[in-house]
C-alpha cells in the first residue's frame, strides 16, 4: 500500500461536493455487490483521500457512528483491502488503502474467488463424487458435471489472468474482440 502521510490527529477531514458524490456512489455499487453501503464508503473515503485516517477521523467524516465505522473496518481488513499504520506519538490505529486501482481489483477478485467461486467448486466435486443418482436423474448428474466443467475452467482461466501484469491486461481487454476477428470466429446466438 502506498498512502501518503497519515493526516494529523486532530485534523478534520472536510470532503468536497464531488469527494461526497464519488463516495455516496460508491457506497450504492458496494451494495449492488452484495458489500454493506457504509464498508464501501468508508473504502471509497480512504482511496479518495488518499492518506491513512483515524476511526474517529472516518465517523466523522462520512457521518457514520463510531461502532458501524469499526465493524466496517474490520470487514476491510478481513477483505485485505486495508491495512493498520500508525503516527509516532499517536496510540490509535490509522488505516490506508492502496492507491494503486490494479491491486485493489486483484485483491477483490482474487478474495471474492476464494470466498464465494471456489467453495462452490468444492461442493460440486464432492457432490459429483458423493452422491448416487438414480436413473431418473442422469441428466440431472450430467448438468451438474457440465457446471462444474464450465466453473473449473473459469477457475483455470481467472488464475491465469491475475498472473499477468496490468499493462498485459489492458492490451489483453482492448483487443478482446479484435482477437475473435482475427480468429475468424463468429458465434451467433
Do not use: C
Request: a neutral charge; proline letters at 2%.
Amino acid at each position: 500500500m502506498q498512502a501518503e502521510t497519515p493526516i494529523a490527529t486532530d485534523e478534520k477531514i472536510q470532503l468536497s461536493e464531488l469527494g461526497s458524490q464519488f463516495i455516496l456512489h460508491w457506497g450504492e455499487m458496494g451494495s449492488r455487490w452484495g458489500i454493506n453501503r457504509t464498508v464501501s464508503q468508508i473504502h471509497a473515503f480512504l482511496f479518495f483521500i488518499g492518506k491513512p485516517a483515524n476511526a474517529e477521523q472516518i465517523a466523522d467524516s462520512l457521518q457514520v457512528a463510531r461502532s458501524n465505522v469499526s465493524n466496517s473496518l474490520k470487514e476491510l481488513q478481513n477483505w485485505n483491502l486495508i491495512r493498520v499504520t500508525h503516527i509516532m506519538g499517536d496510540r490509535r490505529d490509522y488505516f490506508e488503502t492502496s492507491l494503486d486501482v490494479w491491486q485493489l481489483f486483484f485483491t477483490v477478485i482474487s478474495e471474492r474467488k476464494a470466498r464465494e467461486f471456489d467453495p462452490t467448486v468444492k461442493f460440486l466435486e464432492d457432490y459429483l463424487a458423493n452422491n448416487t443418482f438414480n436413473q431418473n436423474e442422469l441428466a440431472a448428474r450430467e448438468r451438474v458435471r457440465a457446471m462444474l466443467n464450465l466453473m473449473q475452467t473459469l477457475s483455470i482461466w481467472g488464475d491465469e489472468m491475475l498472473k499477468f501484469k496490468p499493462s498485459t491486461l489492458t492490451t489483453i481487454m482492448k483487443y478482446g474482440a479484435k482477437i475473435k476477428n482475427m480468429l475468424g470466429i463468429y458465434e451467433g446466438k
